[in-house]
């Protein structure tokens, strides 16, 4: 054989000797992909709760305001009802089976700043129920923390709050329950703070002062 084959001969085993992965590089290489597939997994999970909890306390915040409006604008309670008396507002509950997952916008029929039914939010005739706005994504409402501009917040005191406006004033009317479901009665109130959580455990509050200023944190 000349040299010149020899050379070539070489020269092709070398190159089979390099093709493709050994077993151990395989492995090493699905290990690094599947822990950057694990990262991304967690962090998406992560971004999609955190964006899912944005939202409900986006929407809560945005109902409130709504309350708000139109209790200001003096809204007719039904088309050709000609009833312009009632005050609106938002009933956030911890108290009824289910109402973690849940909130009630209600019309105040009767002026006594608080929602009078029960949970189920049965519509039409002389019921004070709207509607009721579900909670998606394993999202829920967490706690209530009184505030105060005196003394103390009081945080888990209250397991409903009823936030209520009231023509002509923007001020929001603030009504509390305690776990008995009794009126709670606090001095020196100056708003609610309602904590949502996530199924993940992160955290969102939705802010209402007695000035009728909304504010998520």
Not at 186 to 202: D, Q
Request: glycine share 10%; proline share 2%; aromatic share 8%.
């Amino acid at each position: 054989m000349s040299h010149c084959s020899k050379k070539a001969n070489h020269g092709l085993v070398q190159r089979s000797k390099t093709k493709g992965f050994s077993l151990v590089e395989l492995l090493v290489s699905l290990g690094i992909i599947s822990v950057i597939l694990s990262v991304v997994v967690s962090n998406q999970n992560t971004y999609t709760d955190s964006a899912a909890l944005s939202n409900l306390a986006d929407d809560l915040a945005l109902s409130i305001s709504k309350a708000q409006a139109y209790g200001i604008a003096v809204r007719e309670l039904s088309t050709g009802s000609a009833n312009f008396t009632a005050s609106y507002g938002l009933s956030v509950s911890l108290l009824a089976s289910g109402s973690e997952t849940a909130y009630l916008f209600f019309a105040d029929r009767n002026d006594n700043l608080i929602y009078d039914g029960d949970w189920t939010c049965q519509t039409g005739g002389a019921s004070e129920c709207l509607e009721k706005v579900d909670i998606s994504r394993g999202n829920y409402i967490d706690s209530f923390c009184i505030l105060r501009t005196n003394g103390a917040d009081q945080c888990g005191t209250v397991e409903r709050a009823d936030i209520n406006f009231t023509r002509p004033e923007p001020d929001a009317g603030l009504t509390f329950f305690n776990s008995g479901g009794q009126v709670f009665t606090l001095p020196n109130t100056a708003g609610v703070r309602i904590t949502l959580k996530s199924p993940g455990g992160l955290v969102k509050d939705v802010v209402i002062y007695t000035t009728g200023q909304v504010s998520v944190q």
